[in-house]
């Protein structure tokens, strides 16, 4: 009923109203009654009456959203901008972090040759700082200060560095937001329930989630997900399955793993052998590279929905 009505407003209260002030008069005695003893019971125990018959839930807000989209009220850009704001309480920092190992992260002892040369390949505005191990994270630079540091002053990165803020994999991205606009800051570090860094995420990727993508996301997308000439994809095995699925407009599953490798090691129950492959649904994962205990290459395969099976296969 409320998806109709929000689709034909006018035309089913015009329907409905006759019958409606009808059944008001019949039943107004009773109502009358009924509300003064609620009332009198509110005030017996003190309670004060929350004004709730004017909210709106979540769910009617996307059916307007959705009503205003088909009627040509909102072009899909902002459609889709709306819901990505209503989704954001759903989606954790875990769903949209960089893993760390993906992360161009600065050995604290760097020299200042070493740190331009870096900056001046990769052209970020932040980097973080390991010492030790990578996942040894200490702090993180802006660029600017590091351009601003005093030339005449022997170099160290610890001179610039900034105080690293950790936060856990399930915090969610509206949290995540507010915490960004309280901190004054853009990048925070992602632990997982160990305390291990997992990632980071920035105040960009949280906006890419309600606005579309800021980066060209496109491009990424490209190097880790390669169309072949018959039809099949080749993808890095880091390659975000959400990024995939957004992406090239499929819904490979995402429960309790994020990337391509995560999936065929979740089915399979074991490190892979190349050639070996996987069989969800109408796609078909096939192994081609793996190097140390990594799966760096996948081929995959959307067959027909006539097709549709499951299972796990190999071969060798």
């Given amino acids: ?100 190992r993906d992360v161009v992260v600065l050995p604290a002892d760097a020299d200042h040759d070493e740190v331009h040369q870096i900056i001046e390949k ?31 002053e022997p170099f160290s990165l610890k001179k610039i560095l900034r105080p690293p803020h950790f936060v856990p994999n399930l915090r969610s991205i509206r949290r995540q937001l507010l915490s960004f606009q309280k901190e004054r800051s853009h990048l925070s570090i992602i632990v997982d329930e160990y305390g291990g860094v997992q990632g980071i995420v920035t105040l960009e990727d949280i906006l890419e989630e309600i606005v579309g993508e800021i980066s060209d996301e496109h491009d990424r997308l490209l190097s880790r997900a390669v169309k072949l000439a018959d039809g099949s994809y080749r993808l890095e095995g880091s390659a975000l399955i959400r990024d995939i699925n957004r992406g090239l407009h499929l819904d490979l599953p995402e429960a309790e793993v994020r990337t391509i490798a995560g999936l065929i090691y979740k089915h399979l129950g074991r490190i892979p052998t190349p050639g070996e492959e ?20 996948v081929c995959l395969w959307v067959q027909p929905l006539e097709g549709v099976g499951a299972g796990v296969s190999a071969d060798v």
């Avoid at 040894?136 to 351009?147: N, Q, S, Y």
């Avoid at 969800?280 to 799966?295: A, C, F, Q, S």
């Fill in 1 to 100: 009923p409320k998806t109709v009505a929000a689709y034909a407003p006018t035309r089913l209260a015009l329907a409905v109203a006759p019958a409606i002030r009808r059944l008001i008069r019949v039943l107004y005695p009773l109502v009358r009654v009924l509300t003064f003893i609620s009332d009198l019971l509110i005030r017996i125990l003190g309670l004060h009456r929350s004004p709730t018959s004017d909210r709106i839930t979540e769910e009617e807000i996307r059916t307007a959203i959705e009503a205003g989209g088909d009627e040509g009220v909102l072009d899909q850009a902002k459609q889709d901008m709306l819901m990505g704001v209503l989704g954001l309480e759903g989606i954790t920092v875990g769903d949209i972090m960089v893993p760390i």
């Fill in 278 to 297: 996987v069989i969800l649904g109408r796609y078909r994962l096939v192994v081609e590279d793996v190097r140390k205990r990594n799966i760096r290459a």
């Fill in 122 to 152: 990769t052209q970020a505005s932040r980097y973080p700082v390991y010492q030790g191990d990578r996942s040894d994270i200490i702090g993180f630079i802006h660029v600017r200060d590091f351009l601003l540091a005093p030339s005449a």
